[in-house]
């Protein structure tokens, strides 16, 4: 009877740790490096280096797709 | 700057593809291309939707992760772009965007998968700025001249914005609160999680809740 019992604690204690070898299967994706030619900033050409004139000119852009502030 | 993005507003959208016709003239894309294209659910029902969707360019692209070549890459405004000389057409992008954005041309008269093509927000890519290069490859580089996207500029309800994300969530807090409603439907707040009481969320109206089981935007006459 003891022996059944051992038998049946030494399962269930087994049963109960299983899990804890198991690995994470889902793959983990890393952010590549850039392979490619380097890009040169948006400014640089039609804005001659002027990111603020640059970004100037998108916010009223921006702004113009607001109708509440276009339209009066 | 922040970060640039797009947001459709599925509210104002009217499914006219405007924006997808004015991306293929801007860009000349060719046939069988779509770097955007309007989404309609429940089509013909009462109450349905319509969705502009093209590349989001996402903070954390899943395309650029799975690319074997690593020929993706993110510019100082969160553009996402890639490189089409270093590009060998695997398609892995394709399967893992989420909103299909990846395209690729059938470049032979037996169905060759050409280079990947997406929307670049206007900005071109790593050719030289404004040169016929970069038009070629990438189409037109609008953002070099200080302008932006063609598709959402041309919008003709404005459902679809597009520009830097903080001045983007400004607009359409502004429009929700005219409209007292759509708040809970799409925004920054929702995407993003701000907390609550932060002053950018302040003064939106929060509408109650549609009722469950009734169909989105009204029901059948």
Redesign the interface.
């Known amino acids: 009877m003891m022996k059944i019992a051992g038998v049946i604690a030494l399962a269930v204690g087994a049963l109960l740790i299983a899990g804890c070898g198991e690995r994470p299967q889902v793959v983990r994706y890393k952010q590549g490096t850039y392979q490619g030619k380097p890009d040169t900033p948006p400014y640089d050409a039609q804005f001659k280096g002027n990111r603020g004139e640059w970004e100037n000119a998108l916010a009223t852009r921006n702004q113009a797709q607001n109708e509440y502030k276009r339209v009066q | ?1 922040a970060r640039m993005k797009f947001l459709c507003d599925a509210e104002r959208c009217i499914e006219c593809n405007g924006c997808v016709t004015a991306c293929k003239q801007e860009h000349d894309i060719p046939w069988g291309v779509n770097r955007r294209r309007v989404v309609t659910i429940n089509d013909g029902v009462p109450g349905e939707r319509s969705i502009s969707v093209a590349c989001m360019h996402c903070s ?1 692209a ?1 395309c ?4 074997p ?5 993110r ?3 969160g553009v996402v ?3 089409k ?2 590009c060998i057409g695997c398609g892995y992008c394709f399967y893992a965007c989420p909103f299909g954005a990846p395209q690729f041309p059938q470049t032979g008269a037996f169905g060759v998968r050409g280079k990947m093509d997406k929307c670049t927000f206007c ?1 071109g ?6 040169s016929q290069a970069e038009y070629v490859k990438y189409g037109r ?1 609008r ?6 996207p063609a598709c ?2 041309m919008c003709s309800t ?1 459902a679809l ?4 994300g903080d ?2 969530a400004n ?1 359409y807090r ?2 929700v609160t ?1 409209r007292g409603r759509g708040a809970e439907v799409w925004g920054w707040a929702t995407a993003y999680k701000l907390p609550a009481n932060t002053p950018s969320t302040q003064g939106i109206p929060v509408p109650n809740p549609p009722a469950t089981g009734a169909p989105a935007g009204g029901s059948k006459s």
Request: aromatic content about 4%.
């Open positions: 700057m954390d899943p650029m992760a799975v690319c070549v690593d020929c993706f890459y510019t100082e405004e772009l890639h490189d000389d270093l900005a890519g790593p050719e030289p700025d404004g580089n953002l070099s001249e200080g302008k932006l959402a500029e404005k914005l597009g520009g830097d001045v983007l607009i502004e429009r005219h």
